[in-house]
């Protein structure tokens, strides 16, 4: 019996279908080891032993790798499949060093999509593990680790920040800089003149053939007061022109199409197309829906062009066949693997509605008709250009008619249009109107960040990696450091303070340029270019005496003022924040050591029917997560995780709860 290692649960039941009963295929859960927070500033690394990690189990999987362990010591040969990324590599190796596997028992298989020739294809051709993968993801572990807890631990002493990061601080600083330019931004008034006809209105742009830029309402009457109601057409200029299509999918073009059509956030999105990815029960199969969906590659399979090439031939029509789309590459780009696509062509969006989510089924149907649409030809449009002209005054008027609709046959839904209309006209002909109104403006900043354009800049900027933007958002909204308003990302107080600091000590490391240069050089490392031990002492040379400066020199934001008194000693009581979040306390700490008893207030459920003395009130754990317990409390320890009747139960004698609208025993497997 051969053994297959994956990393999701969800994968092996689909996997083990293709493969038969000459392998079990069986899930690590995700990571099994990590850094431990041993050593040196917790950092689990031992930097004076060329960086030498100590990894340790992840909580709770110790029992899984001693289970995989008595597995592999029965099998003939062990199979790693585990994603086909540089996170899945490391894991791997992870899997081989903690399983103690030699290169004589383990192979490891890659595979892009989870169908049944992509995963028998890749058993056909095993190959060993990538070593220089998994040390570009180690380093990367390992930076991310030192200059998380470093400058965390700074920031928490210092201000009032919870954390700081290599990918997350410089996102942060991009929202903070945009949102002191808007603040900095000085409007510039501006007005504009608009003829309204039946079928089209017709801009001002021209006084005598010279472009006209209208300041004032002042300079604005004075040109309506020159104008007439005779618009005479003076050029009508008609030409064909290309609509470019769509490439299809990448991580961050995903993320940014479902949060502009669906309103998606960017986890809610990988969520949904890890599920697609990982396989799905579509009545006769379970079969995975796409290929593999971290990738920042445009690059498609020979195998899916062809048949996709075929289906549009046999759909649409051979006018409709378009060519491979090539994509000016990024430096930035890995092309580790293919784009995001439909694993078949013809397993169309609606032919498998029945078995999807709703939302599963906007995730594939977007990913579908993109893939489909980057392989049609492209839409041709007739544009047209009218010249109108009133007193030496040019108005101009565009439009747009589509003569050959190519790609956005299949994506028309996905794009927004606004194509006008025009009727048809003949110069020299003469237009009458009454209609001619001015209109006041004035100049905007750039618009503040959304969640799809902060991912477009990043992967503009070479911050980040396909794996990290969605995680990077939910890290600035969990920590408090911007909110979202109409979609879009405002910096919170904290968030602009915590920026300010990391930039006054740290502008040399926190910023675009060094971030994008390290993700190069993790590339180069990954590629076999690049010593990463070199890479770790010169990144750790330079940053460790920047920490220690500021550890010594940052000033420390002083506690806030309540306006009370210290009924103990008269100083001032000022709010701090301990472990469990903010509480009241003397300033003259430690000489006095007071601190002010909260009063919470209680929601009381019913009184106790066990020990009929106290309440069943509402409380929280540490973790802040409600339970209900009673007031008598040591004396009674009656609690229970579901809201509670106040009820006892007829059979057994035990609290009555309410769950899911249905009152049942806690104990019992009794039901009202």
């Known amino acids: 019996m051969n053994l297959v290692i994956v990393e999701s649960p969800s994968k092996t039941k689909t996997i083990g279908k293709y493969l038969g009963s000459d392998f079990k295929v069986v899930s690590s859960k995700g990571h099994i080891r990590d850094l431990s927070t041993s050593g040196k500033f ?26 995989l362990k008595k597995e592999a010591s029965s099998s003939k040969k062990v199979y790693l499949a585990t994603d086909p990324d540089r996170e899945g590599e490391a894991i791997s190796w992870h899997l081989y060093d903690a399983m103690d596997l030699n290169d004589e028992n383990y192979e490891r298989v890659v595979f892009n999509e989870i169908t049944e020739n992509a995963v028998k294809e890749a058993f056909n051709h095993p190959r060993k593990i990538d070593d220089a993968l998994v040390r570009s993801q180690e380093t990367r572990r390992m930076l991310d680790r030192i200059i998380g807890f470093r400058l965390s631990k700074l920031m928490q002493s210092k201000t009032g920040g919870k954390s700081a990061g290599r990918v997350q601080s410089v996102a942060l600083k991009l929202i903070v800089d945009r949102e002191r330019e808007i603040e900095a931004f000085v409007p510039v008034e501006y007005w504009t003149i608009e003829a309204e006809f039946d079928e089209f209105k017709s801009t001002l742009e021209k006084y005598k053939n010279k472009k006209l830029e209208i300041k004032t309402e002042d300079e604005a009457n004075d040109v309506l007061s020159q104008l007439s109601n005779d618009f005479k057409v003076i050029s009508i200029e008609s030409k064909e022109k290309t609509k470019k299509g769509f490439m299809p999918f990448t991580t961050s073009t995903l993320q940014q199409a479902c949060s502009t059509k669906f309103n998606f956030g960017s986890s809610k999105t990988m969520s949904i197309a890890q599920k697609l990815y990982e396989g799905k029960d579509i009545g006769s199969e379970t079969v995975g829906l796409i290929s593999y969906m971290r990738t920042d590659s445009t690059r498609l399979s020979n195998v899916f062009i062809t048949d996709a090439m075929d ?42 509605k029945k078995y999807l989510t709703n939302d599963e089924y906007k995730v594939y149907s977007i990913i579908y008709y993109r893939a489909l649409a980057s392989l049609m030809k492209d839409a041709k449009v007739i544009q047209t250009s009218i010249i109108l002209d009133n007193n030496d005054y040019q108005f101009k008027s565009t439009g747009q008619i589509i003569s050959f609709d190519g790609y956005i046959k299949v994506y028309k839904d996905y794009m927004t249009s606004e194509d006008v209309l025009l009727p048809k006209l003949n110069e020299k002909d003469i237009l009458t109107t009454d209609k001619i109104n001015k209109e006041q403006h004035f100049t ?70 060094y971030t994008a240069n390290m ?9 076999d270019k690049l010593d990463n031990i070199k890479v770790l002492k010169s990144f750790y040379d330079q940053f460790e005496p920047l920490v220690e400066n500021a550890f010594d020199k940052m000033e420390k934001k002083a506690p806030v003022s309540t306006g009370e008194l210290c009924p103990e000693c008269g100083s001032e009581l000022v709010i701090r924040k301990g472990k469990y979040g903010e509480f009241t306390a003397c300033s003259n700490y430690p000489s006095c050591k007071y601190i002010k008893k909260e ?54 004698n035990n609290l009555l709860v309410t769950k899911n609208n249905i009152v049942k025993c806690s104990s019992c497997d009794y039901t009202k």
């Open 444 to 513: 905007k900043p750039l618009p503040r960040y959304t969640e799809a354009s902060l991912i477009k800049e990043m992967e503009a900027l070479g911050i980040g990696r396909p794996s990290t933007y969605a995680k990077t958002m939910e890290t600035l909204k969990e920590r408090a450091y911007v909110k979202i308003e109409d979609k879009k990302f405002i910096p919170t107080e904290i968030g602009i303070e915590t920026t300010d600091k990391l930039q006054e000590f740290f502008s040399n490391i926190i910023n675009v340029e």
């Open 599 to 652: 009063e919470k207030e209680i929601t009381v459920i019913a009184e106790c029917p066990i020990c009929k003395k106290g309440q069943l009130i509402e409380k929280k754990t540490r973790k802040n997560k409600i339970f209900y317990g009673c007031s008598n409390y040591p004396k009674c320890k009656t609690a229970t995780w579901d809201i509670p009747t106040g009820e006892l139960c007829p059979e057994c």
């Open 519 to 527: 993700e190069t050089e993790l590339d180069e490392i990954a590629e």
């Open 311 to 352: 289906y549009i031939k046999e759909n649409y029509g051979s006018n409709y066949v378009g060519s491979v789309k090539v994509s000016k590459k990024s430096e930035n780009v890995q092309d580790a693997h293919e784009a995001i696509r439909p694993t078949s062509i013809n397993r169309t969006p609606e032919s498998i």
């Open 42 to 67: 917790g950092l689990g690394i031992d930097i004076s032993n060329n960086f030498k990690p100590n990894y340790i189990p992840i909580p709770g999987k110790k029992k899984i790798i001693s289970d």
